[in-house]
């Protein structure tokens, strides 16, 4: 499967910005999807994932409340709906597909990245 992020941008804190992932190859209904983002100097980091049958998902601790990730499986398509923006969200989000759990090393495939940026 072949990932491609879009949606990225600068915004001023308080701000909303909606990633989307969208997927070819495969159909996405049948993958668990995840967020991850890297800001610079830090390692790559969960934000999010959303289980491919179940509907469960899950959000790392700093972005609970605020963010919301969904999937349109028809569309192949999988968001990251990103609300009260902090500068401290400031990274490049990447989106990846068939893992489960918050280490980037159990996520088969990635996008490539879109840069989110959150000024104060």
């Known amino acids: 499967v072949q990932l491609q992020a879009s949606g990225g941008g600068l915004v001023q804190a308080g701000g909303s910005l909606r990633l989307s992932c969208s997927a070819s190859?495969?159909?996405?209904?049948?993958?668990?999807m995840g967020w991850f983002r890297q800001a610079p100097g830090k390692e790559r980091e969960f934000v999010a994932q959303?289980?491919?049958?179940?509907?469960?998902?899950s959000y790392t601790d700093s972005v609970k409340g605020r963010f919301t990730i969904s999937r349109d499986n028809a569309k192949k398509t999988v968001y990251l709906q990103m609300n009260s923006l902090k500068p401290e969200d400031t990274a490049v989000y990447y989106c990846a597909a068939a893992g489960w759990g918050v280490g980037p090393q159990e996520w088969p495939y990635w996008g490539q990245g879109t840069q989110v940026t959150v000024s104060s």
């Open positions: 190859g495969r159909t996405l209904s049948v993958y668990n």
């Open positions: 959303s289980h491919w049958s179940s509907g469960l998902t």
